[in-house]
């Protein structure tokens, strides 16, 4: 059996970009979730399942090479042939050139995110028109990114001041000269933990206006973690130093869904609550040395946490009959 046959086999949907329009047209977005291992995997299936929510399984560069490709495309179908109802679009996040998306199409994701931001607008129109050629041809959908995000994750750094919010009247050239899936936007939020040193507000009113210029195209909003205060308070309580982490404020978020945004990425809320549980259980039980007794409460609270996410987006209940 052929790879592509096994990755189409439903849950892992064949048509990735109907479940955007789908966002799209019902006023609410589909949760990207960002995964390295089992147990993160586990718990925004289980999540999903029990919200009745499709999802999209992101996999950045960096995990690929952590975990191995192959390993974590056989843990998403290992994991998705238990929840059979939730459909799932895998993804490339942050794919940083060409060959990255080549890469991840030849291992059986049905979407990939092409990264050249940070490029001219010309370069960055070549990059994105040859990987959407490309993908297309394998019925592979793209992301493409306009404007750049401030803040971090792993090979992106952008300062806020560096950081430039996505011109409506650059992103109509834009789509219109790639032919993109999808665009993420610039619109005010930021990578990692870190993400504000002043009071950050995401551009509303920029969403609207894109979405106006845009119509149909379903937006994308990277940065999108709200860096759960009580997490932080909770590592920092168990030996941590994330002081002054903050992120996005969830009713900004849920407003910005209202305007045309259908994918949300969060990747940073995981890796706090995790890391919050993993260091309470440690700090209480000092001769732990099991780690099934702080990765599955690690896994529990992750599932939680995205079980809110999904209230948050609008997605719970949003599998077709």
Known sequence: MSRFFHLFFMPIVKNPKDLLMDAYNGGYALGAFNVNNMEITQAIMMAHSAQKAPVVLQLSSGARKYANTKMLVDIIHSIAEQYPEVPIIIHQDHGADFETCKSAIEAGFNSVMIDASHESFAENVRITKEVVTYAHAHGVIVEAELGKLGGIEEH????????????????????????????????????GAYKFSSDGKVDVARVIKLTEVLPGLPLVMHGSSSVPQ?????CNQYGGDLKGARGVEESTISEAVKYGISKVNIDTDLRIVMTAIIR???????????????LGPARDEIQKMVEHKITVLGSAGKIRK
Do not use: W
């Open 230 to 234: 009580e997490y932080v308070t909770m």
């Open 280 to 294: 309470k259980v440690f700090f209480e039980n000092p001769k732990e040395f099991d780690p099934r007794k702080y």
């Open 156 to 191: 992106v750094s952008v300062s806020e001041k560096e950081a430039r919010l996505t011109d409506p009247d650059e992103a109509i050239q834009f789509v219109q000269q790639t032919g993109c899936d999808t665009l993420a936007c610039a619109i005010g939020t930021s990578h």
